[in-house]
Each structure stands twice: as structure tokens, then as C-alpha cells.
């Protein structure tokens, strides 16, 4: 049973920066694509950003674009999103996802495998 588990949320002000975590277990964590997510009251779930299988390709959505960095660690199973300079629009759930591919990808649909969220809330 593939579980992950998102940390390091909270209430942040203006202008802060914040890292969450998502630790992974119980699928083979290297072999595939993992992402983060997020989704604001009465608003869609949206793409964040995505890593590759060996963290060498990264994908990121243009409103974090240049303030934000995923990156992953293979030996502890674990998917980080570091972002910088965040806005009362940052707030929302955040979501960490496991790909059924090794590249990255914006798609929902081909994550198989999603945690329970994170809350984010950026402060004016």
C-alpha cells in the first residue's frame, strides 16, 4: 500500500518562504515522476511543479515559477517543494503526488498515488 504524507505546512506572512515534505513508502519511490499540487477554496486543484524519476528534470507552473524548487531524495523516499517570497494567493492545500511515469508531468490523471494535503496560508 503506497502511502505519502505531506509536513511543513502552516500560517506563513508576505514574503516568507516555506519547505514541504512528502515522505513515500510502500512502491519503489526512484522509479517514478512525483509532484506537488494545490487547491485554494472553491478553486480547482491545480499543478505546482513535478521532478523527474532522478531529479534532474523539473516542471513548474508559471505563477511559482522563479521562487519555487522541487527537489527529491532518493535514499529517504522523500519529495521536497521550497518556495520563496509567498503571496496570500500561495494559500491553499497542498498536495503531494506519486507519477505512473518517471518523467514529469502537469497531467492529474497520470498520478496514481496522492497524499492527504498540507495547508498552506500566506498572511498580508
Known amino acids: 500500500q503506497v502511502q505519502l504524507v505531506e509536513s511543513g505546512g502552516g500560517l506563513v506572512q508576505a514574503g516568507d518562504s516555506l519547505r514541504l515534505s512528502c515522505a513515500a513508502s510502500?512502491?519503489?519511490?526512484?522509479?517514478?515522476?512525483m509532484g506537488w499540487f494545490r487547491q485554494a477554496p472553491g478553486k480547482e486543484r491545480e499543478f505546482v511543479a513535478s521532478?523527474?524519476?532522478?531529479?534532474?528534470?523539473?516542471y513548474y507552473a508559471d505563477s511559482v515559477k522563479g521562487r519555487s524548487t522541487i527537489s527529491r531524495d532518493n535514499v529517504k523516499n522523500t519529495v521536497y517543494l521550497q518556495m520563496s517570497s509567498l503571496q496570500p494567493e500561495d494559500t491553499a492545500v497542498y498536495y503531494c503526488?506519486?507519477?505512473?511515469?518517471?518523467?514529469?508531468?502537469?497531467?492529474?490523471?497520470?498520478?496514481?498515488?496522492w497524499g492527504q494535503g498540507t495547508q498552506v496560508t500566506v498572511s498580508s
Open positions: 503526488a506519486m507519477s505512473s511515469i518517471g518523467e514529469p508531468t502537469t497531467t492529474p490523471l497520470m498520478y496514481t498515488y
Open positions: 510502500g512502491r519503489t519511490f526512484r522509479n517514478y515522476a
Open positions: 521532478v523527474s524519476w532522478g531529479g534532474l528534470r523539473t
